[in-house]
Each structure stands twice: as structure tokens, then as C-alpha cells.
């Protein structure tokens, strides 16, 4: 399950892994950020927030994951990975070769930061 939050003045949408990601998790997501994005042209930040990487419960989910990516990531600005996990901390240096967002990795401690970073 993913607990999502979208802080709509800000353009901010805030996802909070709670185990591994299952297949129906991210169309939750969608259907809250869609809607959105329709209205604004785009978020302006993502804050994903794991102390460490959930994994996927099964290919379905891996799939609904990379769908919700290459669905979403040109209307999004910026991506920040909050974690100490090693595997998030390398992500943004894989996934910057495949989406247009601007992606930073922040420390588990460095919330504020992010968000921060995320509303400049």
C-alpha cells in the first residue's frame, strides 16, 4: 500500500510506501493526481518517503508502477527519494536517464529539505 497526499496549493504530491507496492496502488494515486494535473498542466514536485525499498508484491505491481511512470513523469517537475536505503539512494541516478523530472536523493532525517526543494 502507498499512502498518498497531494498538497494541491503547493502542487506537491507526497507518497508514503506502507510495504510492498501492489498492483492497485498506483491507480489510487492516479485517480487523485489526474484530475490535478488536467487543471494545472503539471505537479511541480513528488516526495517519496521509505525508510527502506518495499519492493513490489508481484509483477502486476511492477508493471502498474512503470505504467504510472511513463503516464505521469513529463508532467512532473521535480522527484525527491527521502531514505536511507541504499536501492533509493542510487534511484535517482538511474532514473534520470529515462524521465524528464529532476530527481534528488535526501536522507531519512532531511524531510524538510526536501519539501524545500521541492517548492522552490
Known amino acids: 500500500m502507498i499512502a498518498h497526499e497531494l498538497l494541491r496549493k503547493e502542487g506537491i504530491l507526497l507518497l508514503r510506501p506502507q510495504g510492498p507496492i501492489q498492483a492497485g496502488d498506483f491507480e ?10 488536467e487543471q494545472t498542466e503539471g505537479l511541480k514536485g513528488v516526495m517519496i518517503e521509505a525508510p527502506s525499498f518495499p519492493g513490489w508484491d508481484s509483477f502486476a505491481a511492477l508493471v502498474s508502477h512503470l ?6 513523469h513529463k508532467r512532473i517537475a521535480k522527484i525527491a527519494v527521502v531514505s536511507d536505503s541504499a536501492a533509493l539512494s542510487i534511484g535517482p541516478q538511474i532514473a534520470k536517464h529515462f524521465v524528464k523530472a ?15 526543494w521541492l517548492r522552490q
Do not use: C, M, W
Open 67 to 72: 505504467g504510472f511512470v511513463r503516464d505521469h
Open 28 to 37: 489510487s494515486v492516479a485517480k487523485l493526481v489526474d484530475p490535478y494535473i
Open 102 to 116: 529532476e530527481f534528488r536523493h535526501f536522507n531519512a532525517t532531511e524531510h524538510d529539505a526536501a519539501l524545500a
